[in-house]
């Protein structure tokens, strides 16, 4: 099937024709999304990436997704360029706006970025190379199937003639592309581009102070804001100094911004407080101050006197928090995940029980650079410059909030420092569209650091009371895991709750997954490795627990426990049923390769010097780790060196930029060890750096990485190496002193990073 060229407006047309000066612009057609290769196609996806080849032979790729540092800017260019067949050093990569149209889904998060455009992208290189062999083959005559192509050019052998790209780009532009299904793509092994290391296309900008960032976006004549918020989440302004903030250098307007009857079920009265305004769905309550600078608005910010309706969330804190945890779990669980035999007898008659309570607190995400969006409202239209990892829904968001239509909404992708899943909500996205229709003009609105630690959509907390059955051989025949977290009754408060198949789920004789919460008034949400970043210190943590009861290898044990024969799961026994998706055989190879690698067999731990092994399966990604610590008398640890070993398919894209994922999750999971969100009376009492810490450039080990290629489709990296760290360290903890760590962070259990 020929898919035809869409027509060209007049104002594309010289947008493409100032790009390239002349020459070929693909991706002005439709290029349908190739069979997936995990599960059945989305039918939502068309991706249309474009390609600009300009009449010298440069050529540009357009990267269609957010960068927020995992390298997909690079990545996936990269696969469009190896099929297409060009020198990688001639390729230029430009961030692509939203346009879903074109591009197909355009978004950051779950790693999915990989296994979602691995063969769709290398298919449209595909498609253009071909298009340029066939023009090269009508002009000398000749069939396609004689031609070749080799670093941007296409060669017919025979005669020995060759024509470079540039020279095509032409009469390449107005040939149909062709169907997809007749696309014939590279064997991995005559990949030149994937596969090879290849340096951030952002490096040197990036090192050079050139403006890339959100925080960086300036239009002319754009104001600034800032907004002050309840220090209590869901509270709200009874009366304010206005007119004091409004006499200010600088200060063009400040105004109350007043919860939505959605977000207070009634009415709103503002009548008491001249400069009120409703705000839009998604927004926090608060003040609003817009000046010529960001200093002067920040700065008459510190003048503000707000006198706070504080609401109900002034009840909650951490201590009333942990008591009724502790309170839950004593009594029988209010949800059944999933169970199957017959734990409880299964418990009772084990020759050994192990028990132990597991606690983790709220974080915060601390990405590097704060909620940022530049926005501009004019004529019924907006224009955003935005750092979201979900554009799409923040465009819907901010048009529902402005009252126009989606399609009246531009909305430029800039490059993210740091999202971490707190850029997948939009929050700061559409306070800065609401507030640049308040003003009809263009706002940039820009969070400090204390308004991102003290309104987050944090990592909830959680505590676990965790039981298993060990028979008289040390065989593990029964595991109890009560959770008890945030919600009502069997409804969770966002990235609260675990999946009903997560190891060693389906894998031991008798067992019960269970919950109960309690309510919450913060706002919760995803964070790197949502949930699994949480439940993996648990369950590791646990199973070396048990290993150590069972006078029993952790390595051994956990192969036990993949040998099993897994049981299907079914409607009865538990609320959530589902599809255990979890690879037996690619766990084992993980933790076989790490031990192969980090001589497991041989290491011996000794007092004050230990080593932990863990590992976890998540995003389609399997992981297991060995970290080697020092314990100094001071309860000090020195995290000497880590061995890693992963399965993310049969090819690693760019490992240069795998390797930074790698390690990159394990700071950031050491980091996850030190972090806490405390409440008290409603309030967040963290603030910044300097009280939620993250791990300091010394601290940071070495690590040896080490992949296994299997057989399965490239999956994405940015978030199934972080779960291991914590319960690998933890592990290592307690082989070097005795000591268990079942509360994190590290400090409330008496321990700290060198």
């Known amino acids: 099937m020929n898919i035809a060229p869409k027509p060209l407006s007049r104002r594309s047309f010289l947008q493409i024709s100032a790009l390239t000066g002349g020459g070929l612009a693909l991706g002005l057609f439709d290029l349908p999304l190739a069979p997936a290769q995990f599960g059945a196609p989305r039918a939502d996806l068309s991706p249309n990436a474009f390609i600009k080849i300009a009449s010298d032979g440069t050529v540009t790729v357009m990267a269609k997704s957010p960068e927020i540092g995992q390298g997909v800017k690079t990545m996936l260019p990269m696969m469009i360029a190896e099929e297409l067949d060009v020198d990688w050093s001639h390729v230029r990569v430009e961030q692509a706006d939203l ?6 889904g355009q978004s950051a998060g779950g790693s999915t970025s990989t296994q979602t455009n691995y063969l769709p992208l290398r298919r449209i290189g595909a498609a253009c190379r071909q298009m340029l062999v066939t023009v090269a083959a009508a002009r000398w005559a000749v069939p396609a199937s004689d031609c070749t192509t080799a670093q941007g050019r296409v060669l017919h052998t025979a005669s020995g003639r060759s024509l470079g790209y540039g020279e095509l780009a032409d009469a390449a532009a107005k040939v149909p592309p062709p169907s997809l299904d007749s696309i014939k793509l590279k064997d ?24 890339l960032f959100g925080i960086d976006s300036s239009v002319p004549g754009m104001l600034y804001a800032v907004i002050d918020k309840c220090p209590v989440y869901g509270g709200k ?8 903030i409004k006499k200010l250098p600088g200060v063009r307007h400040v105004i109350i911004l007043a919860p939505s009857p959605s977000t207070t079920g009634g009415t709103v009265d503002t009548t008491t407080e001249p400069g009120t305004a409703i705000v839009a769905e998604g927004m926090e309550p608060g003040v609003a101050i817009i000046a010529d600078t960001w200093w002067e608005a920040q700065s008459a910010r510190s003048a503000l006197k707000v006198d706070w309706d504080f609401g109900t969330g002034a009840t909650q804190s951490s201590e009333k928090f942990a008591v009724r945890a502790a309170e839950l779990l004593k009594a029988p669980p209010t949800d059944t995940l999933r169970t199957y035999g017959n734990v409880d007898a299964a418990l009772s008659s084990a020759a050994k029980v192990v028990e132990a309570t597991y606690a983790y607190p709220f974080i915060a995400h601390m990405t590097m650079e704060p909620m940022d969006t530049t926005a501009s409202f004019k004529d019924g239209k907006l224009e955003v410059w935005t750092t979201s990892q979900s554009p799409g829904g923040g465009r819907t968001q901010a048009a529902r909030a402005v009252n126009i239509q989606p399609s009246d909404v531009t909305v430029h992708m800039c490059r993210i420092g740091g999202g971490f899943g707190r850029r997948l909500q939009n929050d700061y996205l559409v306070e800065a569209a609401w507030l640049a229709k308040q003003i009809n003009g263009t706002v940039k ?20 009371l965790m039981r298993a059955g060990l028979d008289a051989q040390g065989h593990l025949v029964a595991w109890r895991q009560h959770l008890a977290t945030y919600g009502e009754g069997s409804r969770l408060v966002s990235s609260a709750g675990m999946d ?18 309690q309510p919450l008034i913060l706002r919760t949400g995803a964070l790197r490795a949502p949930g699994h970043n949480a439940y993996a210190w648990v369950i590791e943590s646990f199973l070396d ?18 040998n099993a024969t897994p049981i299907p799961m079914a409607a009865e026994g538990g609320r959530r049923g589902g599809t255990d998706t979890l690879n037996a055989d690619r766990l084992k190879g993980v933790l076989q390769l790490v031990a192969e690698k980090s001589g497991w067999a041989k290491l011996k731990s ?47 894209i760019n490992p240069s930029g795998a390797e930074a994922q790698v390690i990159s999750s394990i700071v950031d999971g050491m980091s996850q060890m030190q972090h806490e969100i405390t409440l008290a009376d409603g309030r967040v009492q963290q603030s910044n750096f300097s009280d939620h810490p993250v791990l300091r450039f010394q601290q940071a080990p070495p690590v040896e990485l080490f992949w296994r290629l299997s057989e399965f489709g490239p999956t994405g990296l940015g ?7 914590l319960p690998a360290i933890a592990n290592a903890v307690f082989a070097a002193t005795g000591k268990r760590i079942r509360t994190i962070p590290l400090a409330r259990s008496g321990f700290s990073f060198a």
């Open 99 to 104: 346009d879903d149209a074109r591009f197909g």
């Open 237 to 244: 302004v009874k009366t304010a100094n206005l007119d004091q």
């Open 606 to 652: 000794t007092k004050g010097h230990g080593y932990g092994l863990a590992c976890h399966y998540c995003h389609a990604g399997y992981f297991a780790e060995v970290a080697e610590v020092t314990v100094d008398a001071a309860n000090k640890i020195k995290v000497n060196r880590v061995w890693a070993a992963g399965d993310v398919g049969n090819q690693i």
């Open 188 to 211: 991995p092994k005559d990949f030149r581009i994937i596969g090879k290391p290849q340096a951030n296309v952002d490096n040197h900008s990036i090192v050079t102070g050139k403006p």
């Open 445 to 464: 609105l820009l969070w400090a650091r204390e308004d991102d630690v003290t309104h987050d959509a944090y990592r909830p907390g959680g505590t676990h």
């Open 719 to 725: 978030e199934p190496a972080l779960p291991p760290i």
């Open 500 to 517: 009903a198949t997560e190891f060693p789920s389906g894998r031991v004789p008798s067992y019960g997954l269970y919950t109960s919460a």
């Open 545 to 562: 627990e048990v290993a150590t009861a069972a006078g029993r290898d952790p390595l051994d044990l956990r192969m036990e426990i993949l």
